[in-house]
């Protein structure tokens, strides 16, 4: 019955445990990964199939990993094994640190991407380009300098390792405090830009115009993983940070602070990125590298656009830092509190691991670019293992968990316990139990037997 964020640190205030958690949402999912998808799975349809996936699944999961935190306070693996100890739901536990492992190793090499990007705008090499080739051609020599790309990686991972070290109160929250706000007002800034843009409107018909006949189980699993992804959900980092609430939050306001800005910045980011890749005459399907080509060629063509470049890729890097930051807490509380390392040793231990297995990831685009396991690269692999497939098997079982097993009417005294209404309890029960597993199950079936 005790709450174990007691004797853990917990977060110093109620926005507090919402900044943080909203940290870990808000990242290169938002800024980075959303608009690339997007634009290869044909624009508007993708994101409406993104916005029923964070309705129907990411939201009910979300508050299920606050309460599963919160009511054990404990680690991903702690949780499970708390509720129904000696079973094998620990599992889902299990995979989540595993997946953490996975995401944050290649994380942790577009986190240093962004620093890179940082360093460059400061010396103002990405802000003069005269078109979108040469911002392009610029990119690809960088992501192919082994040296340079390692370099930019251990800073990241380094970065991450020393703000986790000093434990999730401090450093974490009081960047969220700053970021988010600024975060918000850059895009809204940006969003202008674009959509000041000859040939704009391009962009924006691609973004909302719904083209449904590019809808296909392929494309629904995406967008799903994606949603995991951006929410931070389907491996216990929320879990991890609901165990250092202290008991009188409200979880189920923060879980919908959470969803909408995490949301409201990848949709925004959209706005941002699409009139633009029309308007300086890219291709929306381009990958990986399109918010690198494409934003530098906008700052390039705007009023104090060297100063507008420092400044975004400095709140970028900061959002994908308070992002990684979160992997490795989920991974590193687990050997805390389960194997009863200390901080120190977990995090510089297991920030080694993870950072020597992003090598490879960092490599792939440029040395390893032509080692290729099942047709992708060791980069590609890695994301789409955890971010399309455990990261959604992640969830289902936690609904599955929390709906059935645990049980809705425990969760609810859970969420209940310091709230005089939860009001959307009675959607909150159906999707959780009904709506978000049977989706992932049947996007899983759709993909592995198509007919
Ligand atoms: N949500 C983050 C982003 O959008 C990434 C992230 C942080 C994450 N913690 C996670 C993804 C846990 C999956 C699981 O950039």
């Known amino acids: ?109 577009v986190g240093g991407w962004t620093l890179a990007y940082v360093v460059n705008s400061i010396t103002q090499s990405v802000s003069h380009f005269s078109s979108s080739q040469e911002a392009g051609q610029f990119f690809g020599n960088f992501i192919t300098n082994t040296w340079e790309v390692l370099f930019y990686h251990t ?34 800034l940006l969003m202008v830009r674009s959509l000041t843009l000859p040939g704009a409107m391009e962009g924006v018909r691609f973004y ?9 189980p392929q494309v629904v699993l995406l967008a799903m993983g994606q949603a995991f992804f951006s929410l931070s959900l389907g491996m216990g980092a929320m879990i991890t940070y609901g165990s250092y609430l202290s008991a009188r939050e409200n979880l189920t306001s923060a879980t919908l602070y959470v969803v909408l800005f995490d949301t409201l910045i990848a949709l925004l980011m959209g706005m941002v990125i699409f009139p633009a890749v029309f308007a300086v005459g890219l291709e929306p399907t381009e990958g990986p590298s399109l918010v690198f080509n494409v934003l530098p060629t906008v700052f390039s063509n705007m009023p104090f656009g060297a100063g507008v470049s ?40 297991m920030g080694s691991v993870i950072y020597l297995l992003g090598v490879p990831s960092g490599l792939s685009f440029g040395v390893l670019a032509d080692f290729k396991l099942m047709g992708m690269t060791f980069f590609d692999v890695v994301d789409n293992v955890a971010s399309n497939y455990l990261l959604p098997l992640g969830g289902m079982l936690t609904a599955i ?36 597993p049977v989706a992932v199950a049947l996007v899983f079936l759709a993909k592995f037997f198509p007919e």
């Open 208 to 216: 909302l115009y719904p083209d449904f006949s590019k809808i296909t």
């Open 155 to 188: 800073l990241f991972m380094g970065l991450c390792m020393a703000i986790v070290i000093r434990g999730v109160h401090g450093g974490i929250e009081k960047a969220c405090n700053i970021l988010m706000p600024a975060l918000v007002v850059m895009l809204l």
């Open 401 to 436: 968990f929390v709906g059935w097993v645990w049980g809705t009417r425990e969760a609810h005294r859970e969420i209940e316990r310091y709230e005089t209404k939860f009001h959307w309890g009675a959607y909150w029960e159906f999707v959780l139990r009904y709506v978000a």
């Open 310 to 349: 420092v400044l975004f890729f400095a709140l970028l890097a900061i959002a994908a830092i308070t992002s990684g930051i979160s992997l490795l807490e989920a991974v590193v509380a687990y050997f805390i509190d389960q194997r009863g390392w200390t901080r120190k040793q977990a995090v510089l231990v």
């Open 1 to 109: 019955m005790t709450n174990g964020a007691n004797n853990r640190g917990f977060w110093g205030s109620r926005m507090g445990f919402i900044l943080a958690a909203s940290g870990s949402a808000v990242g290169l999912g938002n800024i980075w990964k959303f608009p690339y998808i997007v634009g290869q799975n044909g624009g508007g349809a993708f994101v409406l199939v993104y916005l029923a996936c964070i309705a129907l699944v990411g939201l009910p999961i979300m508050l299920s990993e606050f309460t599963l935190g919160r009511k054990t306070g404990l680690n991903p693996v702690g949780a499970f094994q708390t509720l129904r100890p000696n079973t094998p739901w620990v599992g889902i536990g299990f995979m989540g640190v595993f997946a953490g492992f996975l995401i944050l190793s290649f994380y942790g090499v």
